[in-house]
């Protein structure tokens, strides 16, 4: 999720545009359209290579549900390691915190891997396919990118390290 020091309607319109992508519905600014229009400025809904939205250089947000009705579990981690989590177990709180630095540096060694953006959603033509499944999704500056817990899928290696950082590192567990 946006952290709290950007605008409310910049949160709530980049939740929703990945709340979509998780449901399996096409995100403005996919292959067959033009720029998605975002707020001026810097932030997560700026348009990022093919129009695609993208969060701020070191930044990523994270958002995982199980199924299309499960809870939404938000995560989003600033470049210098703070954490929001918002309904991170189903139970609609919110908590906060900080990685260490080790995870601080593997993280931003991850994000700033040119092989990442090989593995956005766009690069892939990636579709959610499963029912019921485990999705995740990784916004970071060179765009989404999605997974899902589904038997033979394969998960792109980056964007697993930092999905496996980031739950890893982070209290919160999803439960179904």
Do not use: I, M
């Given at each position: 999720m946006p952290s709290a020091s950007w605008p409310r309607p910049v949160r709530v319109s980049v939740a929703a545009l990945l709340a979509a992508a998780l449901a399996g519905c096409a995100l403005p600014g996919s292959a067959d359209d033009g720029p998605a229009p975002g707020p001026a400025g810097t932030g997560p809904s700026q348009p990022g290579p093919g129009g695609a939205a993208t969060a701020?250089?070191?930044?990523?947000?994270?958002?995982?549900?199980?199924?299309?009705?499960?809870?939404?579990?938000?995560?989003?981690?600033?470049?210098?390691?703070?954490?929001?989590?918002?309904?991170?177990a189903?139970?609609?709180?919110?908590?906060?915190?900080?990685?260490?630095?080790?995870?601080?540096?593997?993280?931003?060694?991850?994000?700033?891997?040119?092989?990442?953006?090989?593995?956005?959603?766009?690069?892939?033509?990636y579709q959610v396919t499963c029912i019921d499944a485990l999705t995740s999704s990784l916004l970071t500056s060179t765009g989404l990118v999605t997974s899902q817990d589904c038997p033979g899928e394969e998960h792109p290696p980056i964007a697993n390290e930092i999905l496996l950082l980031l739950t890893q590192a982070t209290p919160a567990e999803m439960t179904a």
């Open positions: 701020g250089r070191g930044e990523v947000s994270l958002l995982q549900r199980v199924g299309t009705d499960g809870p939404l579990r938000t995560l989003n981690v600033e470049p210098d390691g703070r954490w929001e989590c918002v309904d991170c189903g139970d609609g709180v919110t908590s906060t915190g900080v990685l260490g630095p080790e995870h601080v540096a593997r993280l931003q060694k991850l994000l700033a891997d040119p092989g990442l953006a090989k593995e956005t959603d766009q690069v892939r033509r």
